[in-house]
């Protein structure tokens, strides 16, 4: 019997865990800018933001930490390290949304110039906005990595991935096993906050989303 089956049967134990989590604050997030694949660094406000997060994630006693390895998801990551001891593995794999010409531009900049796509896309069709990437490419980039790293994990483990909001919902949906079309019912996350996926019977399990938010509005690419 699997490890996770063995859970289900009654062994002690609550299984694997993964804890995806937001980075902090940027200018273009406050700017409604798509970031995308934009190199952008947190604000001081993001800084705070990760140091914050940081305390309470400390506190699950996670086992490992992988990240994005564009610097604002970097440098998120390095305030959990900092308390935790671990060292960061960086994988560019956990990047935002490639998204061409729509990166740069304001969400009114995207309304005005590409509205037809951009409603497409919240329609839940197959969009490469801007150009760029499909959610399910991202996906299909993202979500092995997370796999990989979990199942080193010991048993009943916890792993942190620090990426960005419209990585982290695809790479939810794609765990949970939902249909792309259906990707969007995952509301986006507030910077610094996260969401976690138990192991179950199963699969994966949304356990909790948007958790640790703090008072302020869902400011990403995904909104």
Not at 68 to 85: I, K, N, V
Not at 96 to 113: D, F, K, N, P
Not at 173 to 181: A, F, I, Q, S, V
């Amino acid at each position: 019997m699997s490890a996770t089956g063995e859970v289900a049967a009654g062994r002690p134990g609550r299984g694997r865990r993964v804890i995806l989590w937001r980075h902090g604050q940027t200018s273009w997030n406050v700017e409604r800018r798509f970031q995308g694949s934009t190199d952008v660094p947190l604000t001081e406000a993001g800084i705070s933001q990760a140091r914050r997060a940081a305390r309470l994630l400390a506190g699950l006693k996670p086992d490992a930490i992988i990240a994005s390895d564009l610097q604002r998801a970097a440098h998120t990551a390095a305030e959990l390290a900092t308390l935790t001891g671990l060292e960061v593995m960086h994988d560019e794999a956990l990047r935002e949304t490639y998204a061409g010409v729509w990166q740069g531009l304001t969400h009114e900049e995207i309304i005005t110039r590409h509205g037809e796509e951009y409603a497409a896309w919240k329609r839940g069709e197959p969009v490469r906005r801007g150009g760029g990437e499909l959610e399910t490419e991202v996906a299909d980039r993202a979500a092995p990595v997370v796999l990989r790293h979990a199942e080193k994990l010991p048993e009943d483990g916890t792993l942190v991935v620090v990426s960005h909001g419209g990585t982290i919902r695809t790479t939810i949906g794609r765990l949970l096993g939902l249909e792309p079309k259906h990707w969007e019912s995952l509301g986006g996350l507030t910077n610094c906050c996260w969401s976690v996926l138990g192991e179950g019977a199963r699969g994966w399990r949304l356990l909790e989303h948007n958790a640790g938010t703090l008072p302020e509005p869902v400011l990403g690419d995904d909104d």
